[in-house]
């Protein structure tokens, strides 16, 4: 069992800048392939990020592209989030799944382990 705990979230302006972080309790995961998710209000689970176990490759969603920014090392996953729009707003979700697969995916089905969420809220 995999335990994830996010971290970082908060109220921001338009136009700024938040990082997420994701660490597992007690456990390294460096065997995981990582994500990110949002959740908005009304809104189903959508993919924001991902990355392979190793690092190797990346892939966002077109909504964060060139704005949001993963990253991993073997204890923890960040997600810098640049240039913040109201849109952005929503319950943002850490993911692991084991996976040693260069590639990422980006269904919530696809990962095993999921933390709690951690609120963004970026006001207009």
């Known amino acids: 069992q995999v335990q994830l705990v996010e971290s970082g979230g908060g109220l921001v302006q338009a136009g700024g800048s938040l990082r997420l972080s994701c660490a597992a309790s007690?456990?390294?995961?460096?065997?995981?392939?990582m994500g990110w998710f949002r959740q908005a209000p009304g809104k189903e689970r959508e993919f924001v990020a991902g990355?392979?176990?190793?690092?190797?490759s990346t892939y966002y969603a077109d909504s964060v592209k060139a704005r949001f920014t993963i990253s991993r090392t073997n204890a923890m996953v960040y997600l810098q989030m640049n240039s913040l729009k109201p849109e952005d707003t929503a319950v943002y979700y850490c993911?692991?799944?084991?996976?040693?697969?260069?590639?990422?995916?980006?269904?919530?089905?696809?990962?095993?382990?999921w933390g709690q969420g951690t609120q963004v809220t970026v006001s207009s």
């Open positions: 007690g456990r390294t995961l460096s065997p995981y392939a």
């Open positions: 993911a692991a799944r084991l996976s040693s697969s260069v590639a990422v995916t980006t269904t919530p089905s696809g990962y095993a382990y």
């Open positions: 990355i392979s176990w190793k690092g190797a």
